[in-house]
């Protein structure tokens, strides 16, 4: 179990060079996104979203990895990020907050879930947390 792999693995996510494909490619066969409106998508939805042209990404950053808890080959991620995009032909620039579950199959982390909230989140509610 690796910290630095599921680091890794959200910086990928993070990036603005990830591919439409990014959830067939590093989720697993039953992997579901759920947007801040609460609907779902699968990977291949997802990916159709990226493909649209409704969704463009210019710029996208993983702020902190606040949570990090293994359960065998399980692994439940909590992390902020902050993005700038344009969704349906209106520009965005959120930080948000989002929780994966994580699955290791066959010595790879995949992602099995990922919810993202919507955006404005208070970064100082987290240090508050921690203090």
């Not at 989720?27 to 990916?47: C, H, K, M, Q, V």
Request: charge should be negative.
């Amino acid at each position: 179990m690796s910290e630095t792999e599921i680091r890794s693995l959200l910086q990928t996510f993070a990036s603005t060079e990830r591919t439409d494909d990014f959830f067939s490619d590093h989720g697993t066969e039953d992997f579901i996104f759920i947007r801040p409106s609460g609907n779902p998508l699968d990977a291949e939805g997802f990916s159709a979203m990226f493909q649209s042209g409704d969704l463009t990404i210019h710029d996208s950053e993983l702020i902190a990895l606040e949570r990090l808890n293994f359960h065998g080959n399980i692994a439940i991620a909590v992390f902020t990020m902050r993005g700038s995009f344009t969704f349906q032909g209106q520009d965005n620039s959120d930080t948000y907050v989002a929780t994966a579950v994580l699955r290791n199959i066959e010595g790879e982390w995949r992602f099995a879930l990922l919810q993202r909230s919507s955006g404005s989140t208070d970064l100082s509610s987290w240090r508050a947390l921690s203090d």
